[in-house]
């Protein structure tokens, strides 16, 4: 099934066209990874798949329906995870479990400490640290963290490894993977690093210059 069917997209900033996608469709229960060079469009993509800007023209359909970014419950159904991890000057279970406190979960109790294990971080030296008290690395998974904890439809990451070493990137691969085959989670990752995202990624696809060059299946 579809989950997002874009056609004749086009976004115009400052009378510049940015972005053009004559046809997209991306499948649910996949990953799929979008590269390309700076500039190319990816981050103007994301955030409308984050339902956070509607296109110039054209048409975005959710799950077999058309979207109004005035409706936000759909952005319930889908979250992002942008390049600069965003945490609240909270403890790391509070910065955790904020989304679900604000979507009424109940029953909570356990849940950041499942998260915080995902992507490899030992909850009992984790979940009372400050959000000061993180490295670039810890910030950005538990940024990740977080969102896992909400279940969401559709986790979209921009640039999820930058400048994060080797094992965090590989958490990060691993707890990608986990969300798409545990949760039936639907990923969209943006990144540089295309050997990584191949590794991650069910489909792969190219975007230079505003527009689509080319889709590749990576397994």
């Given at each position: 099934?579809?989950?997002?069917?874009?056609?004749?997209?086009?976004q115009?900033?400052?009378?510049?066209?940015?972005?053009?996608?004559?046809?997209?469709?991306?499948?649910?229960?996949?990953?799929?990874?979008?590269?390309?060079?700076?500039?190319?469009g990816?981050?103007?993509?994301?955030?409308?798949?984050?339902?956070?800007?509607?296109?110039?023209?054209?048409?975005?359909?959710f799950?077999?329906?058309?979207?109004?970014?005035?409706?936000?419950?759909?952005?319930?159904?889908?979250?992002?995870?942008?390049?600069?991890?965003?945490?609240?000057?909270?403890t790391?279970?509070?910065?955790?479990?904020?989304?679900?406190?604000?979507?009424?979960?109940?029953?909570?109790s356990?849940?950041?400490?499942?998260?915080?294990?995902?992507?490899?971080?030992?909850?009992?030296?984790?979940?009372?640290?400050?959000?000061?008290?993180?490295?670039?690395?810890?910030?950005?998974?538990?940024?990740?963290a977080?969102?896992?904890?909400?279940?969401?439809?559709?986790?979209?990451?921009?640039?999820?490894?930058?400048?994060?070493?080797?094992?965090?990137?590989e958490?990060?691969?691993?707890?990608?993977?986990?969300?798409k085959?545990?949760?039936?989670?639907?990923?969209?990752?943006?990144?540089?690093?295309?050997?990584?995202?191949?590794?991650?990624?069910?489909?792969?696809?190219?975007?230079?210059?505003?527009?689509?060059?080319?889709?590749?299946?990576?397994?």
């Amino acid at each position: 099934m579809a989950l997002y069917e874009l056609t004749d997209i086009t976004q115009v900033y400052g009378g510049r066209t940015v972005l053009t996608i004559d046809s997209l469709s991306l499948e649910a229960g996949t990953i799929t990874g979008i590269f390309g060079p700076n500039g190319s469009g990816k981050s103007t993509l994301m955030r409308m798949l984050a339902f956070l800007e509607a296109p110039q023209s054209g048409q975005l359909r959710f799950q077999g329906s058309n979207t109004d970014i005035a409706d936000t419950t759909l952005r319930r159904e889908v979250t992002l995870l942008t390049q600069q991890p965003y945490l609240l000057k909270r403890t790391v279970q509070e910065n955790i479990e904020y989304g679900l406190r604000i979507r009424g979960t109940e029953n909570i109790s356990g849940i950041a400490e499942s998260v915080l294990e995902e992507v490899g971080l030992a909850p009992g030296s984790f979940l009372s640290r400050q959000w000061f008290e993180l490295s670039g690395g810890e910030a950005q998974r538990v940024a990740l963290a977080a969102r896992l904890a909400v279940r969401p439809s559709v986790l979209l990451m921009d640039e999820p490894t930058s400048s994060l070493d080797e094992e965090s990137t590989e958490r990060i691969r691993n707890a990608a993977i986990h969300a798409k085959t545990e949760y039936h989670t639907s990923l969209v990752i943006v990144s540089h690093d295309r050997e990584w995202l191949t590794s991650v990624s069910d489909r792969t696809v190219l975007i230079r210059n505003g527009r689509i060059e080319s889709e590749h299946a990576s397994q």
